[in-house]
């Protein structure tokens, strides 16, 4: 029996190196979308790991995760 390592696996947003910037453009519009199907609002000025957490958080809301 093996152990199988994912090939890559996710890292954890709080521990991203760029995780402290200004959220892309992609995630901001992905999460105004997810937040209106869920009927909630988008805070301004989330850095990238917290959009990135709040988009996870509305995938599972609004049934669009994996």
Do not use: C, F, H
């Not at 991203?16 to 892309?24: L, V």
């Not at 992609?26 to 937040?35: C, R």
């Amino acid at each position: 029996m093996t152990d199988q390592v994912e090939p890559n696996p996710e890292k954890d947003p709080s521990d991203w190196t760029t995780g402290d910037e200004p959220m892309t453009g992609p995630q901001k519009s992905y999460l105004q979308t997810l937040a209106q199907e869920a009927g909630e609002d988008v805070p301004e000025g989330l850095t990238k790991a917290q959009a990135s957490a709040r988009i996870d958080e509305l995938q599972q809301a609004t049934g669009r995760g994996s």
